[in-house]
Structure formats: C-alpha cells, structure tokens
C-alpha cells in the first residue's frame, strides 16, 4: 500500500504510534524529493524547446536509458540516419560489408569524377591564391591562361586530381559511414537522436583525417603542376622530379593544412546536408518523404547538398589559399604562408571556390545518393525521436 512501511514478520505497528509515523514521514519526503528531481531534471521550458527547436540539444544526460540489443550488422530498431534495419528489396543489410564497400565506392565515383570536371575553374582559382597580380579576376584568369597554355592548359592537373579525390572520396564516404554507426552505438538510440548533429560532425572529422593522408600525394603534385608554369605538364613528370628534389616529404608538407582544410569543409559538408535534408523534408516538401519518389528524393539530395556547398567553401577557404601557396614554394611553413598571406590575402578567389564547391558539393551527393538507389542500398529516412524519448519529454501520454 502506498506510504505503507515494511515491518518485521511477528511483530505489528499501530497507526498511531511513532514508528509509524516516522516511517509515513520519510517515505513523504523521498516521494517530494522524486518529483522536484524529475522537474529539475525535464523542466517546462526543456519540453517546449524540444517541441519548437529542430537544432535543439539536451541540457542533462540520460544515464538509465534502457534498449534492446543492437548490432552493427543493421539488426536495430532505431530511425536515426545514422542506423535502421534494412526493408525488404534492399540488396544488403544496413552496416555490413558490402553496404560499406559500396558506399566507398560512391565515394569514388562522387568525388572523382566531379572534382576532375571542374579543373578548369580549380586551376585558375590557385592561380589567384598564388599570383593574385597577374591573375586578377576569375575571367582575367581564364583569358591569361587561355592565352599562354591554350585551352589544353586549363586541363592541366587532371589526373593527380582524379587519383588524389577518388582516393578522398573512398576514405570520406566510405569511413565516414562506419563511424556514424559505430559512434551511434557508443551513444545509444536516445542520445544518438538528441545529439545528431555532433554524431554527423565527430564522424565525418574522423573519415577526413584518414581521407587527407591518402590525397596529400596526388594534391600536393597537382598544385605544382597548376602554380608552377613549365615544372612539369603530366603526372608522369611531376611524380619523380619532386621526389628528386625533397624525397618522400614533398607529397606530405602539405597534410598539416590539408587537415585545417578539409576537416572543418568535410564537418560541415556532413553535418549541414544531414540536417538540411532533415529541414527541407520538414518545413518545405509537402509530403512525406516515404511518398516521394527516388527522383523526387534525388532533387532534395542536390538541394541539400548545394547549400551544404556553400557553407563549406566558407569555413574552409584561408586553409585553401595556404595549400596552395605552401605547395608552390620551397621550404616554407603553414604559418609562414599565412603571415605573409595576411587577413585579405586568404580571402582570394573566395566567389570562384564558392561557385566551385556548391557545386562540387551538391553533385557529390547527388552521385552518392544516387549509387546507393541504383545498388538498392539501405536510404533510411530522416531522423525520428524515439518513442521513449517522447515518453520522457512529456511530448506523448
């Protein structure tokens, strides 16, 4: 019964003696100090900004949460993004082997193909970087090397470029997927949903650590190519020339900043399009995205993914200009480069890197995206609060 206490078997307690008493006192006091606890624990103003913030995060921490058992292998109930049982006419379970295979190898085609169709402008854009007074404006820097090299020129790089980001594409993709489902079995199915946002950016910073360490060569003698008129015209020549000169250091100088580059790009490049989708779905497309057809599907992908671009190319941009600059010189450093650089120096060629990689971008997923319908790979949908999730916030009877 409640308030009732527990009494020794052969003995009795009468209502109206002190034991009693005492006993209905404490277990008053421990009911009172259940509910201030479970107030100060989910407080009003934590449910109403659970029901109107999508970007919202927990203020406290769940640490009695219980679920069932998961497994890597796609054997989970849970309708994150970041991990969902595979539906019937899926080609592979979601998190096996050949899920990660595949998706390693949209990660090629995305990236590789994409970053080789824009050489054009990516040649005349490190031009700007390293020799802004003789390449003044994106036209101007087309015209000039349209008039020195022809229009061959503007190819130049092509193949470092299509082997350094093919090789990017496999490890960001491919690796970024791995940790996104083994980061959301560390956290749980409640705190994967509430903290999605740094779930998307801890795993796609994990994949670009070892995604840059497999560019840096290929970057590294695509740069020399594109700054450095008559050093070398092919791949074939630049390879053994810079390790003539520097050794085996020459393709990895540039990794440090390859790493400032592309771990903040890559971070948002995930995180934004996860949560972009998730938006867009959301306030703009009229209906469910079960109801949407894959080409429908596929044009929320490209949206996503542009403006995912965009914001990338920001956030990344000075640590472009000193790859380029420290690529093309001898002997300098990264911080030298960016001294010297000044504030308004790593600025240059922003609006051609902004045109370059909101496109680069929003073709990447396209691609990718478009890999997985074609092999029939596992799409789960946008992220959903679990129902004890729900339960806890107060958002379901």
Same mark, same amino acid.
């Given at each position: 019964?409640?308030?009732?206490?527990?009494?020794?078997?052969?003995?009795?307690?009468?209502?109206?003696?002190?034991?009693?008493?005492?006993?209905?006192?404490?277990?008053?006091?421990?009911?009172?100090?259940?509910?201030?606890?479970?107030? !100060?624990?989910?407080?009003?103003?934590?449910?109403?900004?659970?029901?109107?913030?999508?970007?919202?995060?927990?203020?406290?921490?769940?640490?009695?949460?219980?679920?069932?058992?998961?497994?890597?292998?796609?054997?989970?109930?849970?309708?994150?993004?970041?991990?969902?049982?595979?539906?019937?006419?899926?080609?592979?379970?979601?998190?096996?082997?050949?899920?990660?295979?595949?998706?390693?190898?949209?990660?090629?085609?995305?990236?590789?193909?994409?970053?080789?169709?824009?050489?054009?402008?990516?040649?005349?854009?490190?031009?700007?970087?390293?020799?802004?007074?003789?390449?003044?404006?994106?036209?101007?820097?087309?015209?000039?090397?349209?008039?020195?090299?022809?229009?061959?020129?503007?190819?130049?790089?092509?193949?470092?470029?299509?082997? =350094?980001?093919?090789?990017?594409?496999?490890?960001?993709?491919?690796?970024?997927?791995?940790?996104?489902?083994?980061?959301?079995?560390?956290?749980?199915?409640?705190?994967?949903?509430?903290?999605?946002?740094?779930?998307?950016?801890?795993?796609?910073?994990?994949?670009? @650590? @070892?995604?840059?360490?497999?560019?840096?060569?290929?970057?590294?003698?695509?740069?020399?190519?594109?700054?450095?008129?008559?050093?070398?015209?092919?791949?074939?020549?630049?390879?053994?020339?810079?390790?003539?000169?520097?050794?085996?250091?020459? @393709?990895?100088?540039?990794?440090?900043?390859?790493?400032?580059?592309?771990?903040?790009?890559?971070?948002?490049?995930?995180?934004?399009?996860?949560?972009?989708?998730?938006?867009?779905?959301?306030?703009?497309?009229?209906?469910?995205?079960?109801?949407?057809?894959?080409?429908?599907?596929?044009?929320?992908?490209?949206? !996503?993914?542009?403006?995912?671009?965009? @914001?990338?190319?920001?956030?990344?941009?000075?640590?472009?200009?000193?790859?380029?600059?420290?690529?093309?010189?001898?002997?300098?450093?990264?911080?030298?480069?960016?001294?010297?650089?000044?504030?308004?120096?790593?600025?240059?060629?922003?609006?051609?890197?902004?045109?370059?990689? =909101?496109?680069?971008? !929003?073709?990447?997923?396209?691609?990718?995206?478009?890999?997985?319908?074609?092999?029939?790979?596992?799409?789960?949908?946008?992220?959903?609060?679990?129902?004890?999730?729900?339960?806890?916030?107060?958002?379901?009877?």
């Amino acid at each position: 019964m409640k308030g009732q206490i527990d009494v020794p078997r052969g003995h009795s307690v009468s209502p109206n003696s002190r034991q009693w008493k005492r006993g209905a006192a404490i277990s008053s006091h421990r009911r009172s100090s259940a509910r201030r606890h479970y107030a !100060a624990m989910y407080p009003t103003s934590l449910t109403q900004l659970a029901r109107a913030n999508p970007f919202s995060a927990p203020l406290f921490s769940l640490h009695e949460a219980k679920e069932p058992a998961q497994s890597v292998h796609g054997q989970t109930t849970r309708r994150l993004a970041a991990a969902a049982a595979a539906d019937e006419g899926d080609s592979c379970a979601f998190g096996s082997q050949k899920y990660f295979v595949l998706c390693g190898f949209g990660g090629i085609l995305s990236c590789g193909t994409t970053h080789t169709a824009v050489v054009p402008l990516d040649l005349v854009k490190c031009r700007m970087q390293v020799n802004p007074d003789k390449y003044k404006s994106i036209g101007n820097g087309f015209s000039v090397t349209i008039r020195e090299d022809g229009v061959r020129g503007l190819a130049k790089g092509w193949a470092p470029t299509f082997i =350094g980001y093919s090789m990017q594409g496999l490890c960001k993709f491919g690796f970024y997927e791995v940790f996104k489902i083994f980061y959301s079995d560390l956290l749980g199915e409640e705190n994967s949903y509430m903290w999605r946002t740094s779930l998307y950016l801890a795993a796609s910073a994990s994949a670009e @650590f @070892f995604a840059d360490i497999a560019l840096a060569p290929m970057e590294a003698v695509k740069v020399r190519i594109q700054t450095q008129p008559g050093y070398a015209n092919t791949l074939r020549q630049g390879v053994p020339k810079m390790y003539a000169e520097e050794g085996l250091w020459a @393709f990895y100088k540039g990794v440090v900043p390859l790493w400032m580059r592309q771990i903040p790009y890559t971070m948002m490049k995930f995180a934004c399009f996860e949560r972009t989708v998730e938006m867009l779905y959301k306030y703009v497309v009229p209906k469910p995205r079960s109801e949407c057809s894959k080409p429908e599907q596929l044009v929320v992908t490209f949206v !996503a993914g542009y403006i995912a671009g965009v @914001f990338c190319a920001i956030v990344s941009h000075p640590a472009d200009s000193v790859v380029s600059v420290l690529n093309k010189e001898k002997g300098s450093t990264a911080l030298q480069v960016l001294k010297r650089l000044g504030p308004k120096g790593v600025w240059k060629g922003l609006i051609a890197r902004i045109i370059m990689i =909101g496109t680069l971008t !929003a073709l990447q997923w396209f691609i990718y995206d478009s890999v997985k319908v074609y092999f029939r790979l596992p799409r789960p949908p946008p992220p959903e609060m679990p129902e004890s999730l729900k339960k806890k916030l107060g958002l379901t009877e």
